[in-house]
């Protein structure tokens, strides 16, 4: 079950860099860290209470300088949709010789030349970049987050339609299994090998998602897919910036279904992946 205590594993670190902390993984992350006393410290702009801070972002090698003093382990989420910038903080994380744990993504092939999308290549370029460096270094290649649906709640407060762009089927995964996935390498030994593939018990897609929703909403919601031209002027419309939003199209247009469904959440945690129903149940009060 998501949320469970982790299995006692070797803490060595006394210290962890959180990148992304104050995102939906980022936070549960900082929250399992800070449960077992270990110290973190997190980049961000906008600092997180209680939890120590250096304030910019990772494409600023002063910043990550400062940031990675006295650090053993950094949990990398990189935010970018341009792994170019990942250059310079390569070198930085090289130079302070800490390990890392990279958040990376299962629609990754690794026979392709190049990834089906931006947001899938981005990951295997930075990817790519750890294991040219010489650190020490693991993937936590992750499924579809179940987070993601936060994103509905402004159209759910409006009515029972959630619209937007159809995405392959994935096995979507608990942020909290991710997190929980997380702080295990983090903490544990350093001889840990990857790619681990972080996926939740079942094929899902957006209107599977959506229905379960809606039952523990106690709501009858349905899913409207719409066609790329409508989506992409929608989300521009919403203030997104341009990139992003030929970014997600492309993901909507180009990303395989995937039937993977793996183990590795439950080998490293000790306890199996949440269903999304009850990812669902439990943040109910996020669309009331």
């Given at each position: 079950m998501s949320g469970t205590i982790l299995p006692a594993v070797g803490e060595r670190t006394s210290s962890i860099l959180v990148t992304g902390a104050t995102g939906n993984l980022g936070r549960e992350v900082v929250d399992r860290l800070r449960t077992r006393g270990v110290r973190v410290r997190c980049i961000s702009r906008r600092p997180l209470p209680g939890v120590e801070s250096v304030r910019g972002d990772l494409t600023d090698p002063a910043v990550v300088r400062s940031a990675l003093a006295g650090v053993d382990a950094v949990l990398l989420m990189w935010p970018l949709l341009d792994a170019a910038p990942a250059h310079d903080l390569v070198a930085e994380l090289t130079a302070a010789a800490p390990r890392v744990v990279y958040v990376s993504s299962t629609a990754i092939d690794d026979e392709a030349a190049r990834q089906s999308d931006p947001i899938v290549q981005v990951h295997a370029?930075?990817?790519?970049?750890?294991?040219?460096?010489?650190?020490?270094?693991?993937?936590?290649?992750?499924?579809?987050?179940?987070?993601?649906?936060?994103?509905?709640?402004?159209?759910?407060?409006?009515?029972?339609?959630?619209?937007?762009?159809?995405?392959?089927?994935?096995?979507?995964?608990?942020?909290?299994?991710?997190?929980?996935?997380?702080?295990?390498?983090?903490?544990?030994?350093?001889?840990?090998?990857?790619?681990?593939?972080?996926?939740?018990?079942?094929?899902?897609?957006?209107?599977?998602?959506?229905?379960?929703?809606?039952?523990?909403l106690g709501r009858r919601l349905r899913f409207e897919a719409v066609p790329p031209d409508l989506a992409r002027s929608r989300m521009l419309a919403d203030g997104r910036p341009e990139h992003l939003v030929e970014a997600l199209v492309a993901a909507s247009a180009h990303r395989p279904e995937s039937g993977l469904i793996t183990d590795h959440v439950e080998r490293l945690t000790g306890h199996p992946p949440g269903t999304f129903g009850r990812w669902a149940l439990d943040h109910a009060a996020d669309f009331a």
């Open positions: 370029d930075v990817e790519a970049l750890l294991g040219d460096s010489g650190l020490r270094w693991v993937a936590l290649r992750s499924d579809t987050l179940a987070s993601n649906a936060r994103g509905w709640a402004a159209q759910l407060k409006a009515g029972d339609v959630v619209s937007g762009p159809d995405i392959a089927r994935t096995a979507v995964v608990d942020e909290r299994d991710v997190a929980d996935a997380a702080a295990a390498v983090l903490l544990g030994d350093d001889d840990q090998r990857g790619p681990y593939v972080l996926t939740g018990p079942e094929i899902l897609g957006r209107a599977d998602q959506v229905a379960l929703l809606g039952a523990a």
